[in-house]
């Protein structure tokens, strides 16, 4: 059975794994950019949610499918080397009268079945999280919340994936999907046609668009911007917690968090966007000073402004009143929609995965599906600075550019990029970016953003993939490092002289 | 009856950076006030009648530890020479070794000027 | 090469050359360890004169400059590894330090009486000066732009705008200029360039390139790559005036905006930082509030000359001698230097009377005709102008040192 998986990001990638699983599928994963998980996947707070803040009545799938994609990620973050921490998160009442709010929350926790959530007293808020905003209230603690490097996860996805026969097709865009008989048969790209017997549809902010090509065209998905602060990894104070506020009716607020690389980060704010908007991930003032303003309610003072490295967007993929469109239809038949996954999407990707695999395909659809009795889960990934000394010698006399620091703000060796380089050749990446270099390393995130390692990484990137060193582009076609050799504007003069 | 003219520049000699005022009768040149050295007086002399200028820039090397190597003229040449000057390195290639001071062309435009290396390759 | 030293210097910059240099004129035994793969740091990318105007009375590219001190290194033989990273400086005792240096060869534990920390500065970049919009390519900050012309021979982008008139900004506007780019505009914060008024001749007037002074590049916006900056007035606060927003077309953006000292390592060791230079608080000797860590160049204060950074490296090397010698600098009653009117940074934090030192500072703004004085002291001087762009360099003598009490104050007057 041919299926096909429209969209590379932790939701495709999360399915593909799933499906990868099994006997008999030819999957194909699609993806329109130069490499996986390059849209809303990479930018976002990179939260694995405890599953209490959806209403089961009023989201019954966002609310079953979170808490099951925690325990899930607990072991998949393992099983693919992706970090992640579980530091718990803590739903500040700022106010007396938030602390009500929380209590809502509690109701839901114990609905939905979320382990270990209660609600803490002043004190106790300050012994769980020192630098919180002392005048707080309370708090409702959820200890099984935790974090993730999100720009690695739908990379290691599509490795892992790719390793078990899965084939991924990067600069891949669909433009049609071709139904005969009520049936799917394939989708049109601009590379080329297809077959499929299923399509499951990943497609982020682009899944209307793709829904639509299948006959399916009764929602829209429209943007929902997210801007954050980050801050250096020296910079103080820091939390220990996932910390925001108790939610509104439009969003789950501010959080502030200390993210993987050891910084402190903030945001998101909530702006929705025109549905042309799907390429704005461009941050604004009014944005960041919400974010700065809202921040400062929940920590007891955040650092000095010159202390932030880096301020970004991403956006969100909203359906219309929140509601998840994860269904099999059957017209066309073979046609699977797994659209507007917002939050608590990351956190839900592996359960929306099996939910797909298990109540769509196999439930709904009637495909019988058998597991393979071979099937790796494992991805082994390491950086040389995360080995103990011995083995970091070890790995240093077999390759000695694994002693070579070509990003010194995150100790990450030239052997550790050419490593990057390798998988993400094997896994199918036709162009190697610099961006998919920084979402699988964290290199020109640091405190230099690049500004000293950028041109040290383009050249190990040109040398790898044999083309010039002007030609290494950020994330693909459009936005390459330079424009020619340092002649080409004096060339191009005095050739039109002539 | 020639035009008398007022010139008003910014000395670069030095970082004192004095304003040096020109005053002109058609090609003649009839004061130089407000320069506090010899040398700004000579260089407010050649800035209105023939401004020159040290040109620097790099071209390709071949067999370098870099691709590029880095040049400059050996003495300041006029002003308006520069973009011709410049068109000329474009194609220009040298083979390594190249040493500090290495001639790469010779007389540059006829201006008795020529261009050197200012890092080895 | 072995793994105990006198001196470790970090960095093979010219302040790093330098302090090595010295360090094994005056008999120590030296290892240098440098990040790339070459030594030489930023001059060996400065294809423009400029350099060497005080420490050699000639005026050289800074390609010529650095090569100068290369070639004097690599005649002394002096230990160094390259594509070397230290990982960390482990206190050991007060006499050595133990650094952890990751190399081809392995991580190696190098024992060390004295360190001279000399790895330069970073470049400030567009997140820190509060520009907000789309983050897409066609975005370099000066340095990068120069390395990728001056050393890999790569064009960065055709239509350009710089922001920064500080003297990088301006001197990548002229080698833009003369590549053949187009460059639009440098966009300048303060109401006056930054930068060496000669060079404003040189890199904006000789080529008509507009100067907006007072305005700031508040967003940049394009889809794949750079396609306009708004630019904003700012008032006399430096904050942008509702209304005055202007767009300047471009396909590229080069961030002049400023360099801050690299402390990653040195940090993480205990040293105090001064906020206002933002490099280490340190003594006549450039040794900084960790005994045996000294600190030289950019990683100390940022230079406007390489003369004055290749002078520091060569006080940390004599700074380091004294403490190998007598295993510690001297107990002392350190007078500290104390910033006075119109001084925004200082170097060193502390003198005494026991050395002549070579004071560093930066006034906060522009004045005309002036006297820098040192009241306690008695010392005074004339100057027709001070601008923050434009470094002080004065030496203080041991015998005016003695006349102070425990301070002494710096500080630019009117001259009436």
């Not at chain 3, 993480?268 to 030289?296: H, M, R, W």
């Amino acid at each position: 059975m041919k299926v096909v998986i429209v969209g590379a990001g932790v939701v495709g990638s999360s399915i593909a794994r799933v499906l990868s699983q099994y006997e008999e599928l030819e999957i194909h994963l699609l993806e329109k950019n130069a490499d996986a998980g390059m849209g809303v996947s990479k930018a976002n707070t990179a939260i694995i949610h405890p599953g209490h803040e959806d209403d089961p009545d009023k989201y019954p799938l966002r609310a079953k499918l979170c808490v099951r994609g925690n325990r899930i990620w607990y072991q998949w973050t393992k099983e693919l080397g992706i970090p992640a921490k579980w530091p718990g998160e803590l739903m500040v009442a700022v106010e007396e009268e938030d602390m009500k709010v929380a209590e809502h929350y509690l109701e839901l926790a114990r609905r939905n079945g979320v382990p270990g959530v209660r609600l803490v007293d002043h004190d106790e808020l300050l012994k769980l999280e020192p630098n919180v905003n002392p005048n707080a209230a309370g708090a409702l603690w959820a200890p099984t919340a935790g974090l993730m490097s999100s720009p690695m996860a739908a990379p290691a996805l599509v490795e892992n994936a790719v390793e078990n026969g899965v084939r991924f097709h990067p600069e891949t865009e669909v433009i049609g999907i071709k139904v005969e008989k009520g049936e799917v048969k394939g989708v049109e790209t601009n590379r080329g046609f297809i077959e499929a017997d299923i399509v499951i549809n990943a497609a982020g902010l682009y899944a209307d668009k793709i829904s639509k090509m299948a006959g399916i065209d009764y929602f829209t998905i429209h943007p929902r911007k997210g801007e954050y602060f980050v801050f250096d990894d020296d910079a103080e104070p820091k939390v220990t917690r996932i910390v925001h506020q108790t939610p509104t009716p439009i969003t789950k607020g501010v959080y502030v968090i200390t993210e993987m690389n050891d910084g402190l980060m903030i945001g998101p704010t909530a702006q929705d966007l025109p549905e042309d908007a799907k390429e704005d991930t461009s941050t604004s003032k009014e944005g960041l000073e919400f974010v700065w303003e809202w921040a400062q309610k929940l920590i007891k003072e955040l650092p000095p402004r010159n202390r932030v490295i880096r301020t970004f967007a991403g956006l969100r993929p909203e359906p219309p009143d929140g509601r998840w469109i994860i269904d099999a239809y059957d017209d066309p038949w073979g046609f699977i929609n797994a659209a507007g996954i917002r939050s608590p999407g990351l956190t839900s990707a592996p359960a929306i995965a099996q939910y797909i695999a298990e109540e769509l395909i196999q439930g709904k659809l009637g495909i019988k599906l058998t597991k393979k009795s071979h099937w790796n889960p494992y991805r082994k990934a390491f950086w040389f600075k995360t080995l103990p000394p011995q083995k970091q010698n070890e790995l240093i006399k077999q390759n000695p550019a694994y002693g070579r620091v070509v990003c010194m703000c995150r100790t990450i060796t030239e052997g550790d990029i050419v490593d990057i380089i390798n998988r993400m050749k094997r896994m199918g990446v036709e162009t190697i970016t610099l961006d998919g270099v920084k979402m699988r390393s964290g290199v020109m995130s640091g405190t230099c953003q690049g500004s000293y390692c950028r041109i040290r990484i383009a050249n190990i990137i040109a040398r790898e993939t044999g083309i010039p060193l002007w030609k290494v582009t950020l994330k693909g076609e459009g936005t390459e490092y330079g424009i020619g050799d340092v002649k080409i504007l004096l060339r191009e003069v005095k050739e039109n002289a002539e | 009856m020639s035009e008398t003219k007022k010139f008003k520049l910014t000395c670069i000699i030095c970082p004192l950076g004095c304003t040096i005022e020109v005053v002109m009768e058609g090609d003649k040149i009839i004061s130089v006030t407000g320069c506090t050295c010899p040398r700004g007086e000579e260089y407010a002399v050649q800035e209105v009648t023939e401004p020159k200028r040290v040109v620097m820039s790099v071209v390709k090397v071949k067999g370098g530890m870099f691709p590029t190597v880095s040049v400059k003229t050996d003495k300041p040449v006029p002003k308006k020479l520069i973009p011709e000057i410049m068109k000329k390195l474009v194609d220009v290639e040298v083979e390594a070794p190249v040493h500090v001071g290495q001639v790469i062309i010779e007389n540059i435009l006829n201006t008795g000027a020529n261009i050197v290396a200012t890092r080895p390759a | 090469m072995q793994n105990e030293y006198d001196v470790v210097v970090i960095g093979g910059g010219p302040a790093g050359l330098a302090a090595a240099i010295k360090s094994k004129e005056l008999g120590l035994k030296v290892l240098l360890i440098e990040n790339r793969e070459f030594i030489g740091g930023i001059p060996i990318q400065c294809v423009h004169p400029g350099f060497g105007l005080h420490y050699f009375r000639e005026d050289l590219t800074g390609t010529e400059f650095i090569y100068r001190l290369i070639k004097k290194f690599e005649e002394m033989n002096i230990d160094h590894y390259t594509n070397a990273h230290v990982l960390e400086i482990l206190p050991y005792s007060y006499r050595h330090r133990i650094l952890k240096v990751v190399t081809e060869k392995g991580i190696l534990n190098i024992k060390a009486k004295a360190v001279i920390y000399a790895t330069g500065a970073r470049e400030r970049h567009m997140f820190e000066i509060g520009i907000t919009g789309h983050r897409v390519a066609g975005i370099y900050t000066a340095g990068e732009a120069q390395t990728m012309m001056d050393i890999y021979g790569i064009m960065p982008g055709k239509e350009i705008v710089i922001v920064g008139s500080g003297d990088v900004g301006l001197i990548m506007a002229r080698r833009f200029t003369l590549e053949g780019a187009h460059v639009k505009a440098v966009i300048e914060l303060m109401p006056y360039p930054g930068g060496l008024t000669r060079n404003v001749v040189q890199c904006l007037e000789d080529f008509g390139i507009p100067l907006y002074l007072s305005h700031a590049v508040t967003r940049i916006e394009g889809r794949k790559r750079v396609e306009k900056v708004i630019i904003t007035k700012v008032d006399e606060n430096l904050k942008p005036i509702p209304g005055t927003e202007e767009e300047l077309e471009c396909d590229t953006v080069v961030l002049a905006v400023g360099l801050v000292p690299y402390l990653k390592v040195i940090e993480k060791a205990g040293v105090i930082i001064d906020p206002a230079t933002k490099g280490p608080v340190v003594n006549s000797y450039l040794e900084t509030t960790v005994p045996g860590i000294f600190v030289a160049g950019n990683a100390l204060v940022i230079n406007d000359l390489v003369d004055y950074v290749v002078e520091q490296g060569e006080e940390a090397a004599v700074g380091a001698y004294e403490f190998v010698k007598n295993e510690g600098l001297p107990a002392m009653k350190w007078k500290k230097l104390v910033k006075g009117r119109n001084i925004r940074l200082v170097v060193p934090h502390y003198v005494s009377e026991a050395k002549d030192v070579m004071i560093y500072a930066r006034v906060a703004k522009p004045e005309e005709n002036v006297r820098l004085r040192f009241p306690e002291i008695g010392k005074e001087m004339k100057l027709p102008f001070v601008k923050p762009s434009e470094m002080i360099r004065i030496k203080l003598r041991k015998k005016d040192i003695a006349k102070a009490g425990d301070k002494i104050t710096m500080e630019v007057v009117p001259n009436e």
